[in-house]
């Protein structure tokens, strides 16, 4: 009935695009979470997370009266200490949320969209729309970027992720594990490995301890620990996260901060000691936000990147095992397109953004 309408009316004068203010952010989410490609990447809490990571949130959203039928959110970066104005780049994470089955709507939309932009100072545009690239919402993507004459460029986020559907029932997710892994889920528990849910900030900070030993050890960079706990203040009041933390007697042992935004759950950050490994805490904690996800109402599980083949020698092989083997199915996306408005000043400014 929706698409019916939005096909009837995408070029009526009445379809504008225009920003969304902060007291529309419940309506904003709304529309993000009830589309068929939303993501968490588009959800208002977002973006007020990439504004403490000197990053410029811009909501906009294409509106037909009082109803939002397409919506943007674009992060803005500039070179330090220069204003928007002066040239930045736009980047749309996950988005943008639309039907592209529409032409007429995509038309109008991308059309102010790039007017907009141009207006605000935006050099170049990058973005990485949700849906999968083998998909038909994925091949209709793909048309209209190269008819818009976008170009591939260097990737944000993964290129390949691990989805599990959290339809089935709690037994048959089990059996659709590799034997080991349902092996290792029992036997943390049988050892006495406890998963509880963080509560304060001091269990932002502990399992911040454990993920700069994570990051030395797996030789990966991290945020600062004000970051993690924007995380926190952000989306766990919200329930659009939650920080899930293994002990054993009292011993913290890993924790998984997992997203949960239109029916999507997702792994974001992991963290784990180097202590007790025997003991299998992270098995159990994946399994226990598997189980909260489902609870929540969330349809699937996205471990949220593995390397972009399966061969033995990629840097993070052991990950791509690991996620592997809970029994989801391997998403590949279509990755990051670009539209250069300038391209002397974009040369220039890439060189400090």
């Not at 102010?112 to 998909?135: F, W």
């Not at 329930?239 to 924790?255: F, K, P, Y």
Request: proline residues 5%; hydrophobic residues 40%.
């Amino acid at each position: 009935m929706v698409s019916r309408y939005i096909a009837a009316n995408a070029h009526s004068p009445l379809l504008k695009l225009k920003s969304v203010p902060i007291e529309q952010r419940e309506q904003w989410d709304h529309f993000i979470t009830n589309s068929p490609h939303g993501h968490l990447l588009q959800s208002w809490g977002w973006g007020e997370l990439k504004a403490h990571a000197d990053w410029s949130p811009l909501r906009l959203a294409l509106w037909d009266d009082e109803q939002i039928v397409a919506a943007a959110q674009v992060l803005r970066r500039t070179a330090p200490h220069l204003p928007l104005r002066a040239g930045h780049l736009a980047y749309i994470p996950k988005g943008p949320v639309i039907d592209w089955s529409q032409p007429a709507l995509c038309d109008s939309f991308f059309s102010q969209l790039a007017t907009y932009l141009r207006k605000q100072g935006a050099l170049a545009v990058r973005m990485e729309p949700a849906p999968e690239s083998s998909t038909r919402d994925g091949e209709l993507v793909l048309k209209r970027l190269h008819a818009m004459r976008m170009h591939p460029a260097p990737a944000v986020q993964p290129l390949r992720t691990i989805v599990l559907d959290l339809a089935p029932a709690e037994e048959t997710l089990l059996a659709q594990m590799k034997e080991k892994w349902r092996y290792n889920v029992r036997l943390a528990g049988r050892k006495g490995v406890t998963i509880r849910v963080a509560e304060t900030h001091d269990d932002v900070r502990a399992w911040y301890s454990l993920l700069q030993t994570t990051g030395e050890r797996d030789q990966f960079g991290v945020h600062t620990c004000d970051y993690y706990l924007n995380v926190w203040d952000i989306f766990v009041s919200r329930n659009e996260a939650r920080l899930l933390l293994a002990e054993h007697n009292g011993q913290l042992l890993a924790g998984i901060f997992v997203g949960l935004f239109a029916r999507q759950a997702i792994y974001l950050y992991g963290a784990s000691s180097n202590e007790q490994r025997q003991l299998m805490p992270n098995y159990l904690l994946q399994w226990e936000a598997m189980r909260w996800a489902r609870q929540q109402g969330a349809h699937s599980y996205d471990f949220w990147g593995i390397p972009e083949t399966d061969g033995e020698d990629e840097a993070m092989a052991g990950v791509y095992r690991f996620k592997r083997g809970w029994g989801g199915r391997v998403v590949q996306f279509i990755g990051c397109y670009e539209s250069v408005y300038n391209p002397l000043l974009m040369r220039i400014a890439s060189r400090f953004m």
